[in-house]
């Protein structure tokens, strides 16, 4: 009996060991995803958060003691599961407009960083070319 729960104990160590390692890769992959710019902008809210921030105003209205998000949200979701596809389709139309709006500005985000990224090569270029210059000349 005593060998088998030494065994049980030594496998729990092994498997506690291994869950830290996971862990620990788990966290160093999240911070190499986490590297994004926060100068990019925002991604635009989806039909069903256009028609919530609506929801939330007419919910508060006829409900103003109501103090939970949660009692909201789970509204809100009965709601929008209650409407037909031609009463969503105005929020659908404004989620349209929303991501028509963001592609633009991420083109053009994207156009400038893709610009600044030239010209910093080209800066480090011709600092190069001065350096080869200077090799030369002191040769």
């Known amino acids: 009996m005593k060998g088998l729960k030494t065994a049980t104990v030594a496998h729990k160590k092994l498997d506690t060991e291994t869950m830290k390692k996971r862990k620990a ?3 160093l992959t999240k911070k190499e995803k986490a590297s994004k710019n926060s100068g990019a902008p ?19 209205e006829n409900f103003p003691d109501n103090k939970s998000v949660a009692a909201v949200g789970k509204a809100g979701g009965e709601k929008w599961k209650a409407m037909s596809e031609s009463e969503k389709a105005l929020y659908v139309g404004k989620a349209a407009k929303l991501k028509d709006e963001y592609a633009k500005t991420m083109e053009e985000y994207n156009n400038k960083s ?4 030239a ?21």
Do not use: H, I
């Not at 925002?42 to 508060?60: E, G, L």
């Not at 893709?114 to 990224?117: H, I, K, R």
């Not at 010209?119 to 040769?139: I, M």
């Open 42 to 60: 925002k991604r635009p809210p989806t039909a069903f958060f256009v028609f919530m921030a609506d929801f939330r105003k007419s919910y508060k």
């Open 114 to 117: 893709v610009d600044g990224a």
């Open 119 to 139: 010209k910093s090569e080209d800066s480090e270029r011709s600092s190069e070319v001065n350096d080869d210059a200077e090799q030369q000349a002191s040769s």
């Open 25 to 27: 890769e788990a966290a």
